[in-house]
């Protein structure tokens, strides 16, 4: 009997032919490193747990040609050896050096990219699947958008995924505009996203001058081309663990987003509702301490506090069992 690819089998399974996989495998690899239409970015820092099962639920996308770009951004667990292995095995390109924070490493990456869109993800989310060819398909089938988004369950910390759609984004179906964004009346996700890397480059990239990155790409998103689609595509299981940086449990963390969300809300002092704005998003702030820490919010109330509804209703809080 001759063997050949159709007839030589895995003895322990013999339902599957591992050269047929191994050939299908390197004919996928081999289609990504071509002209890939998606740039997937992925910035990753002291996620060690969760880092292997977020790479590899990005490589096992299928029915677009997309690359992955990952740059260790120093982490001090072992996230580099893992990382490091796996770019071995499954082939994407991987670098890993000093800390240079996120908004840095995202630039970086986006230097790097080679395809027509992109879109960020996080070391500890999980992608799922089909959400590369849903996404790109979109765009590709509506050129006048620069950009779309999509949806997201949250999961927990042992990979445990909800069932329904976080309703905070499935409200901001089907389009999203800047004024609505800009008060908060509509939301949107920033591991949802899916961008011209073109259109991205030419409006400088993430701006370094912030720290933080998604708000303020939003909202240049929208400066730019206003209203963006916003679908019911399945695009994160976002997990929900004690170091998630907007799990907002801290009042660090509660200072780290929201002041660097004012400073953003700052870069459109000429637009007609940025008094509005800010003082919708200082109440937002001093909502945000009273659920941490209501000492701290007492203390804060003179910087904070605006004669608008919106914020006093949020000061009963300051009253209410937490």
Request: aromatic content about 10%.
């Amino acid at each position: 009997m001759e063997y050949s690819i159709t007839n030589i089998v895995d003895e322990k399974n013999p339902i599957e032919n591992i050269y047929a996989k191994a050939f299908a495998q390197g004919v996928e690899m081999e289609q990504r490193e071509q002209n890939p239409l998606v740039s997937v970015l992925l910035a990753s820092y002291n996620h060690a747990p969760y880092v292997e099962a977020a790479v590899r639920s990005i490589m096992d996308q299928k029915g677009v040609n997309f690359e992955l770009i990952v740059i260790d951004d120093g982490s001090k667990d072992d996230s580099p050896r893992i990382l490091e292995a796996l770019s071995k095995e499954l082939g994407f390109r991987y670098k890993h050096r000093e800390n240079k924070g996120l908004v840095a490493t995202l630039n970086e990456l986006l230097d790097m990219a080679r395809g027509k869109y992109f879109c960020t993800f996080a070391s500890d989310d999980v992608m799922p699947a089909g959400r590369l060819a849903e996404q790109s398909a979109y765009l590709s089938q509506h050129p006048q958008y620069i950009a779309c988004f999509g949806q997201i369950k949250q999961m927990d910390p042992d990979g445990n995924v909800a069932k329904e759609f976080d309703p905070r984004y499935l409200k901001s179906i089907p389009k999203v505009t800047f004024e609505q964004f800009f008060l908060g009346e509509r939301e949107l996700h920033g591991c949802s996203e899916m961008i011209d890397v073109a259109v991205f480059k030419e409006m400088g990239g993430f701006d370094d001058s912030i720290g933080q990155e998604d708000f303020p790409m939003m909202l240049r998103l929208l400066h730019k081309c206003s209203p963006l689609p916003v679908i019911k595509t399945d695009c994160c299981h976002y997990r929900i663990h004690g170091n998630n940086l907007s799990a907002a449990n801290t009042v660090e963390n509660i200072d780290f987003l929201y002041k660097n969300m004012l400073d953003t809300v700052d870069c459109y002092k000429d637009h007609p509702l940025y008094t509005k704005a800010r003082k919708l998003w200082k109440a937002r702030y001093f909502s945000a301490l009273t659920n941490c820490s209501k000492r701290e919010a007492m203390k804060r109330l003179p910087e904070l506090a605006s004669a608008t509804t919106f914020f006093w209703l949020r000061t009963l809080k300051l009253i209410l069992p937490r």
